[in-house]
């Protein structure tokens, strides 16, 4: 911002023009995803928890397939720790399916099957925190509590023109918030930052609130990037056959207190397979600042790997890591 730039939405009048503006814009314009058709707290805590960590496609994919499985609350509180987990599998960040299941357990045992109604009395759940209980109390509820997260911190920073942090962040959206739609309202920043303030070159032009920005562009950057590391793994994928079929799959389990994915199903690691002939395939997968190559080879699992055939027809209720459910996939075992 120029030393001449004013600031926007310091007045009363402008926040309350940046409501109506959002809100009118995102009555026409809000993506037709299959939780917004609900206020049911349980839908609507279901997409929260899934849309932690993971883009809406492959949501709305896992989200119909969930609520199958598990269309009450007490289908899940009752249902046991791997068919949820196996509900669960390709979404990654499984320890958020694990809350979830817990949480279901009290709401169920302890609450009646009713949520708390409050963001408070949400935040006492498991696997709640302070964004995930704002978006229910706000969309379920109607309670006038604002939601920030990674796209409405960008919108917000861009629109003040500033590198706001922490608790400036929550305020910045508790003043802007419409008290009468605050569901919409939490929902509307969320898509504004989604699908016109991207967080590179935002569609300014576009933006229902474009006159009402400070910046009306990126916020110049500050800080470098940090670097992805690389990384090459091998995986055996070991079948045997039964009736001349590739029939039964070798997986190895996780261990429980594994730092990622623990109890997860994956392929047998190998040492590194220089000069040994050429794998099935290579693919690229990425887990936070590591990029991996990932080469599967046609191969038997190390004999000093613990590990089970599983027969294919049973994979699709194996918890499976998202890199497991990949290779699979790519190789047409599953
Ligand atoms: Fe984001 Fe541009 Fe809209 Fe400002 S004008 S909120 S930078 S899209």
Redesign the pocket.
Known sequence: MSSGTRRQLETREERKKFCRRLLAWYDIHARDLPWRASHDPYRVWLSEIMLQQTRVAAVIEHHHEFLRRFSTIEKLAAAREASVLAAWSGLGYYRRARMMHAAAKVIVHEHGGKFPTSEPGLRTLPGIGRYTAAAIASIAFGEPVAVVDGNVER?LQ??SGRRLGGEELWTAAENLLDAKRPGDFNQAMME?GAV??APRA???LT?P??EL?T????LPATTKPVPQKKREIHYALDCRKRNGRDDEVFLVQRTRDASLMPGMWELPELAAMNGTGKPLFALRHSITVTDYTVRVWRATAPSRVAGKWIRLERLAQVALTGLARKILRKSEVL
Do not use: I
């Open positions: 919108v861009r629109l504004l016109v303030c935002p569609a300014c933006c609130v474009v920005c910046t009306r562009g990126e």
